[in-house]
């Protein structure tokens, strides 16, 4: 039990730390005090929350112990191709370098230029790496320690895509608030999706009203 409650103490750390870079007061505050770091401010963040990762996963990984999320071979091997190749194929829709941050550091901007995009899956979820996540995660073998972690990490996935949710109503106004209407958060549900031309509209719509 103790070392249960490590593992979650470690992830809640995680959580409150990375929600609290992502937040806007943060990276105003180190544009106002240190304005030539501001380009360089998403590149540190993602290294930053790269690094946070290594305590919970490191401590995850230390406690080994029996199975209590068994997941059949037949199952588990067929959704990690389908979440890892979906991820690799959904790629071409984001613009990696606003993404990681590489972009902004060049141009020494830290705004951010992304546009509003819609890839396939995002027709059928809002967060389709989200989702891809979870399903990795929770097809597949899980003692004490590692059930522990999904727990977490789904806990957190689902108040992290709420908030990350906010900063897009500020950012696409009225049409976010349309496309949450019509597309389920993490889950494909059946009569909740968009067609190609309903994307490309809400696509356009964005566009013009930025």
């Known amino acids: 039990m103790r070392d249960v409650l490590l593992i979650a103490l470690a992830w809640l750390a995680y959580g409150l730390i990375h929600s609290w870079l992502a937040g806007g007061a943060v990276k105003a505050w180190v544009s106002r005090r240190w304005p030539g770091l501001a380009p360089a401010y998403r590149l540190a963040y993602n290294a930053i929350a790269t690094l946070l990762l290594i305590p919970p996963l490191a401590l995850t990984l230390s406690m080994p112990g029996e199975v209590v999320w068994d997941v059949p071979g037949w ?26 941050g590489l972009a902004q550091w060049r141009r020494h901007d830290g705004r951010e230029h992304e546009g509003f995009v819609l890839s396939p899956l995002h027709r059928y979820v809002r967060h389709p790496w989200y989702s891809l996540g979870l399903l990795l995660l929770w097809t597949r ?24 949710e906010r900063k897009l109503i500020e950012r696409y106004g009225d049409t976010y608030r349309r496309y949450r209407e019509r597309v389920p958060g993490l889950i494909p549900w059946p009569g909740h999706r968009l067609s190609r031309a309903q994307a490309q509209a809400l696509q356009q719509a964005a566009r013009t009203d930025g």
């Open 141 to 164: 073998d899980l003692d004490a320690a590692w059930l522990t972690t999904a727990l977490a990490v789904t806990v957190y996935v689902l108040i992290g895509s709420r908030l990350e």
């Open 75 to 100: 199952i588990a091997w067929p959704t990690a191709v389908i979440a890892v190749t979906g991820f690799i194929w959904s790629l071409r829709w984001y613009d990696m370098g606003e993404f990681l």
